[in-house]
């Protein structure tokens, strides 16, 4: 039935899962906006039961991924080509950065650069120092750093690795279950697998969804600064309609074109804005700060890698961490299938330095030069966030109440939004390519599909932040924890499946190798005795079909050696 819909409708996809996964997806939609208090209960459940009592699972997850990217990387497996022997980059460095990143946490970023560290020095984590203190700056660069460095880079480098390696080594398709291959085999392609691809879509099509939610209420947030258009649910439809529709036009023009260029030009106008912020505020203060956060990132990382809040209990690491750490996850199979998709022929060390390196040392500048800022704001430069975004909740507008300290407040902020979009399009077009993927296992499909999962993003997205009774932010909160808990289970799968995978194809190149590099005196040794058996094999014969049998016998044996 599916395949012959499929045909009808000229897909180049996987009946099953294409279709499966759009029922499921209208489902809830239908559900969510009819029994939105019902569905608001579930999820409000799940969510709080998987804090309470799976929060310490994520926490340890995560930082054992981390160390096991460390080993590999490090071990003779940081050799091996993401693709054949003789393979190089499709991008230079810089054009691979900027589309990581951008297809990656630069929207989140823009977001949580000034109040996720406001939110902190005004109520530190730990309960341990006076809030608004010079510690309580430390703590708060400490926390933000530990949410937005190695560990978030983790969880987006492990299933990107699984894929490169599954894909362009063992000629898998682009599927979630393709990495399972060392245990399920060929099943992989049968209800197992396609199972297994259908929660992969739905996992992604929510992770993105929150990522656009969280995007519109930025820019809502913005637009009403700049504007004064109203902070409301009918506002954030329309915005949500109207960079959908700017994201289904970039996807349409594909890899090369859209995402790469919008990529580019983002990065080019976030690092302007960092450039600004720093030059135009206490440059002294920011380049020793930058210096120094560094060293207080290196100095909490293991602590906090560790950290489960056990005497506190105070329920902080489920609203912030874990929070961050499910909904992250959420993204994975996304972001690891399209920075899979732009690193073939890098090597295991190449791929694991540049997506764990790179993002996270611009993460710590991005996140120390505007958190400082904040910091001197509040304690030097008259205050004023710390009631604006905590005290009054405003977090979607931490950004553009941050830049009223400085000149040129309108320009900055109508450029923010430009760049809060663009890093909106690049999430969700690149999304859009990713979910096409998953469900037929190539690129490079037609464009109607990649428009389909375009708008489908949208609708989700809408569906989840304005049909549901809770709210906002705590609804996209809620929806994502739940989402995000298969995926991370999957992450134990890509360390085992990556382990297993690598150790055959080390041991299949080491008898290679070894058959190869024998002395030929073994060698010589083990062509005798071939060509001996079949000489005797032959005669055998030969003795059934006069001796000219056993000459062509013997003869056929030495050749065959």
Not at 99 to 127: C, D, K, T
Not at 329 to 351: D, L, N, Q, Y
Not at 451 to 466: K, P, Q, R, Y
Request: glycine share 12%; charged share 10%.
């Amino acid at each position: 039935m599916f395949e012959k819909l499929a045909q009808r409708l000229g897909l180049s996809t996987n009946p099953a899962i294409f279709f499966v996964s759009a029922a499921l997806t209208i489902v809830f939609v239908v559900c969510a906006i009819a029994f939105t208090d019902t569905v608001d209960a579930v999820f409000g459940a799940t969510s709080g039961w998987i804090l309470t009592n799976l929060g310490w699972l994520y926490i340890l997850g995560v930082t054992t991924f981390f160390i096991f990217l460390l080993w590999i990387a490090s071990s003779r497996y940081g050799r091996v080509r993401l693709g054949p022997p003789d393979s190089r980059p499709e991008y230079r460095d810089s054009q691979w950065f900027a589309m990581l990143f951008a297809a990656g946490i630069g929207s989140i970023l823009m977001f949580w650069g000034v109040a996720e560290p406001i939110s902190h020095f005004a109520n530190p984590p730990l309960r341990n120092v006076e809030p608004g203190s010079v510690a309580a700056a430390q703590e708060a660069m400490g926390f933000t750093l530990y949410h937005f460095g190695f560990h978030t880079w983790t969880i987006f480098c492990l299933p990107a690795l699984a894929f490169a390696y599954f894909v362009y080594r063992k000629g898998l398709p682009f599927r979630v279950s393709s990495i399972f291959h060392p245990f399920l085999g060929e099943r992989i392609h049968g209800p197992l697998g396609r199972t297994i691809d259908i929660f992969a879509v739905l996992g992604t099509l929510f992770g993105v969804a929150v990522t656009i939610g969280l995007g519109t209420m930025q820019i809502n947030s913005g637009l009403n600064t700049l504007f004064g258009l109203e902070e409301s649910r009918l506002a954030q439809l329309i915005l949500i309609a109207v960079v959908t529709t700017i994201a289904v036009i970039s996807v349409a023009t594909g890899l090369d074109i859209g995402i790469k260029w919008l990529s580019t030009i983002n990065i080019i106008l976030a690092v302007a804005l960092l450039v600004f912020v720093f030059l135009a505020g206490s440059s002294l203060y920011l380049a020793k700060g930058v210096i120094e956060t560094t060293g207080v990132y290196l100095q909490w990382l293991i602590p906090l890698s560790f950290w489960n809040d056990t005497f506190g209990n105070t329920g902080w690491q489920g609203s912030w961490t874990v929070f961050y750490w499910a909904w992250t996850i959420t993204w994975s199979p996304f972001v690891g299938i399209f920075i899979a998709r732009i690193s073939k022929g890098r090597t295991i060390r190449e791929f694991v330095i540049g997506v764990l390196g790179l993002p996270t040392a611009f993460s710590v500048v991005w996140f120390s030069v505007f958190g400082l800022s904040s910091f001197d704001i509040e304690m030097n430069r008259g205050g004023g966030l710390v009631q604006e975004v905590v005290g009054e909740g405003d977090v979607p507008g931490a950004l553009f109440a941050f830049l009223e300290h400085y000149p040129l407040t309108t320009f900055l902020s109508a450029v923010s939004i430009l760049i809060v979009i663009i890093f909106f399009t690049t999430s969700s077009d690149s999304a859009s390519l990713v979910v096409d993927m998953l469900c037929s296992g190539e690129s490079g499909n037609p464009t109607r599909q990649r428009v389909f999962w375009g708008i489908t993003e949208g609708v989700v997205a809408a569906t989840v932040l304005t049909a549901s009774g809770v709210g906002g932010l705590d609804a996209l909160q809620q929806t994502i924890i739940v989402f995000g808990l298969p995926f991370f289970v999957i992450g134990f799968f890509m360390m085992a499946g990556l382990v297993r995978s690598l150790r055959a194809d080390a041991a299949e190149g080491s008898g290679t190798q070894r058959e190869r590099t024998a002395p030929l005196s073994t060698r010589a040794r083990r062509l005798r005795h071939r060509v001996t058996r079949g000489a005797g094999t032959g005669r055998r014969n030969g003795n059934g079909g006069r001796d000219g049998g056993g000459a062509a016998g013997g003869r056929n044996g030495a050749e065959g050696s």
